[in-house]
């Protein structure tokens, strides 16, 4: 029997509407293991996607606890130790820029996930996944929801630390190519950054399938 798969879609309230002091349920279904899933870096000129899955225990909760993209990166440096020891179990995966180049930007996004999950030293019963696309895990079902990272813990944790830990590689990366301001940018594509491009050319970790500099206008 195949893996089971669906699709659930966020509320289409602006969560700013949303009380601060409302706390993230740990998973969808606390009554099995269940991973969540998210990526960090997608968007990005330069460097890996990368990913993360955590199994957070079932009564896990923490105030802070939100889709990484609303906190502070402060508040997710201070997220990160607490996840990591709190979690049932957590892994983070990279794939490279090549990669991305290769198999392009989807397809790497999944198979890092996919990376994260091997590496779980827990076998989830199921896994959710921040956003609409996915491939089966083996025989694990799986769901993707829209928004996931604001709606659910596991996803919300798993994003912070793809996000943290891809920060760090990059800030990492900028002692190489100072030149590209990958401790400020984390290779995303500001137009400082592309800037530096224009100037100084690419570097080993740039994904040459993305639109590194603007098309040139005739007028």
Not at 6 to 13: A, C, I, N
Not at 27 to 43: L, Y
Not at 83 to 89: G, H, P, W
Not at 103 to 112: D, E, F, R, T, V
Request: with cysteine; charged share 20%; aromatic share 8%.
């Amino acid at each position: 029997m195949g893996a089971i798969s669906s699709t659930v879609r966020g509320s289409v309230t602006d969560s700013s509407n949303n009380q601060m002091s409302d706390l993230l349920p740990s998973c969808a279904n606390p009554a099995i293991i269940e991973a969540g899933c998210d990526e960090a870096g997608r968007g990005c000129l330069a460097g890996p996607v990368c990913a993360a899955a955590v199994i957070l225990p079932p009564d896990f909760s923490h105030q802070w606890l939100n889709d990484s993209k609303k906190l502070t990166e402060k508040r997710r440096e201070q997220l990160r130790p607490i996840i990591e020891r709190e979690a049932l179990a957590w892994a983070v995966a990279f794939v490279s820029n090549e990669e991305i180049d290769r198999i392009n930007i989807l397809n790497a996004s999944i198979l890092a996930m996919h990376r994260a999950l091997d590496m779980l030293t827990l076998r989830p019963e199921a896994v959710i996944v921040d956003g609409n696309r996915f491939k089966p895990y083996g025989s694990i079902p799986h769901t993707t929801y829209i928004k996931g990272d604001g709606r659910f813990g596991n996803i919300a944790a798993a994003s912070i630390l793809a996000k943290t830990h891809r920060d760090q590689l990059m800030t990492e990366l900028h002692a190489q190519y100072p030149q590209y301001d990958w401790n400020i940018n984390k290779g995303y594509p500001t137009a400082a950054h592309r800037r530096a491009i224009t100037e100084y050319g690419l570097s080993p970790y740039h994904r040459l399938s993305f639109r590194l500099v603007p098309e040139p206008t005739l007028f």
